[in-house]
Nanobody, 124 residues
């Protein structure tokens, strides 16, 4: 079974830090890009940060300079270090794996995968 498993969410005070992690389990051959998205109540899901297999990164303007995305290709894991958190960062954060090549028996399958979401709440 192939799935993305997230961890690291929680409640933090404004100005605090959290680190999210997400691992793609299964017989993984390769993953193109991995990223983090978030969705606040009443808002659309938005891209927070994305990292390619060659470690090129992209950040939403609202998190530049505060969030850092990284990945461990050997562990099929992506991390999101969040510093200087603000109340407006409160949302459910979702992990995404793009164009993951998975070996299923003698067959290789290519697809995108999403995590179940982890709640991040920034409040005093």
């Amino acid at each position: 079974q192939v799935q993305l498993v997230e961890s690291g969410g929680g409640l933090v005070q404004p100005g605090g830090s959290l680190t999210l992690s997400c691992a793609l389990s299964g017989n993984i051959v390769s993953i193109d890009a991995m990223g983090w998205y978030r969705q606040a109540p009443g808002k659309q899901r938005e891209l927070v940060a994305r990292i390619t297999a060659s470690s090129n990164t992209h950040y939403a303007d609202s998190v530049k300079g505060r969030f850092t995305i990284s990945r461990d290709n050997a562990k099929n894991t992506v991390y999101l270090r969040m510093d200087s958190l603000k109340p407006e960062d409160t949302a459910v954060y979702y992990c995404n794996a793009e164009q993951a090549v998975v070996r299923l028996g003698n067959v290789r399958k290519v697809g995108d995968y999403w995590g179940q979401g982890t709640q991040v709440t920034v409040s005093s």
